[in-house]
């Protein structure tokens, strides 16, 4: 075996064990906090996955999204839409606030950017549950909002703002933490 053939299958041996601790993470967090309290899976589990992406790229991203659909599918299956939703934002995290050498980059703008996500995906969470499993939590969160449009998009709003902060502060600190062991 060539030396760039051992590297390259070391790297992909650590890309495997990576993926499977991020999976197991995402795992306990989804199993723990289910309900009403899913919202705290949405505060963990996007960080955890780009935590553990250093260097991977793509592959990476979508052994974790089939991983988490199987996990769901297998264990949690109303929590599927919410899961996959977590992956989405993932890739936003990444896309949008953290760069290639794993530092966030905090503009306004990309902030922004990731908070609509967060909306987006909450909401299509909350619509495709109620749609596919059943489960009336669409209906509920119209309930909550005394049926008036601008509430509910401000509740949405919250929790974006709430979860976008939650992300930045749990990479910040992780990320502080993997650079100074890294030297």
Not at 41 to 49: D, G
Not at 64 to 81: D, K, N, R, V
Request: proline share 2%; aromatic share 12%; glycine share 6%.
């Amino acid at each position: 075996m060539t030396d760039m053939s051992t590297v390259q299958s070391q790297n992909f041996t650590r890309m495997l064990t990576m993926a499977a601790f991020t999976l197991a993470l995402s795992s306990v967090s989804i199993f723990l906090f289910r309900g009403p309290l899913n919202i705290l899976s949405a505060f963990l589990i996007p960080a955890i996955i780009v935590l553990f992406s250093r260097g991977y790229g793509i592959s990476y991203y979508i052994l974790i999204f089939i991983g988490l659909l199987l996990t769901s599918a297998l264990f949690f299956q109303t929590q599927l839409i919410f899961t996959a939703g977590y992956a989405f934002l993932a890739v936003g995290l990444r896309l949008f606030l953290v760069d290639q050498n794993m530092n966030l980059k905090l503009r306004i703008s990309k902030i922004l950017l990731y908070m609509g996500s967060v909306i987006l995906i909450l909401f299509s969470g909350l619509w495709l549950t109620e749609k596919l499993f059943l489960i009336p939590l669409h209906t509920m969160m119209l309930k909550i909002s005394g049926g008036q449009i601008p509430v509910y998009l401000g509740i949405l709003l919250i929790e974006s703002v709430l979860v976008t902060l939650c992300h930045i502060l749990v990479l910040n600190v992780f990320l502080e933490k993997l650079k100074i062991r890294s030297f």
